[in-house]
């Protein structure tokens, strides 16, 4: 697959990318190798912003995330950072009136030097296995309730009232698409779903001072952001 053209809202990113002067180039790149390799992209953001003086943090802002984009793109589409990178130049000749055709190999290796960056593939990366499901977690809400409980005679007052909840899972289809999800649970229910959460943690926590003794590289889905 080849990418066939720059969304609108990112292109003015992609720009400012390959028209700064090598000082502050360097200094956004510089500033991205010194940021933690497990950051956020929001901490990368504030990192480079200060680190990178020559760089505006709203320009430092949307070339980071526009970069983080292209990279999930690239993961989920299988495309290489060689044929990425000769995409997005291609278009962003054909597309900004601003860049000169002189100057594409400067702006192709400009992108291969960012886009093979850890400290930008590990989050979008994470992020692209986080959420490479059907479905993805949005929100979640219990609603306690109570239900009357009449006997034959529907015009007598209820025999009693059912106390009862209901859990509401939104999901996440796609980026513009959402899933309500609703299911009735009783006192027993609320018990397993504490029981199964509490494992999980407990899991997650064992597994995590295992990889820490044995000095191996992780990421939790705290440290991926959308």
């Known amino acids: 697959m080849r990418f066939q053209r720059i969304p609108e809202a990112q292109l003015p990113a992609f720009e400012d990318l390959f ?18 390799k497990k950051a956020k992209a929001s901490a990368v953001v504030a990192h480079v912003s200060k680190k990178a003086k020559s760089v505006s943090p ?78 993805t977690f949005g929100t979640i809400r219990i609603i306690s309730d ?31 698409a959402e899933e309500d999800i609703y299911i009735a649970l009783d006192t027993a229910d609320l018990r397993e779903i504490e029981e199964a959460v509490k494992r999980a943690t407990e899991k997650q926590e064992v597994l995590i001072n295992q990889f820490t003794k044995l000095k191996l590289d992780y990421v939790t889905p705290d440290e991926v952001e959308a």
């Open 58 to 135: 709203d320009r430092a802002k949307a070339i980071i995330l526009s970069l983080k984009t292209l990279l999930g793109a690239m993961d989920m589409y299988h495309v290489s950072t060689i044929q990425a990178s000769k995409d997005i130049v291609e278009n962003a000749l054909k597309q900004s009136t601003k860049l000169n055709s002189e100057h594409a190999g400067r702006y192709e290796k400009r992108l291969l030097s960012l886009l093979g960056n850890p400290h930008l593939i590990l989050p979008s990366k994470a992020l692209s296995l986080l959420t490479d499901h059907a479905r």
């Open 146 to 176: 109570m239900r009357p409980v009449f006997g034959e005679d529907a015009t007598a007052l209820p025999h009693a009232w059912m106390l009862y909840h209901t859990l509401h899972f939104r999901c996440n289809l796609t980026k513009d």
């Open 19 to 36: 028209t700064l002067e090598d000082t502050p180039f360097n200094e956004l790149n510089e500033a991205i190798n010194s940021a933690p």
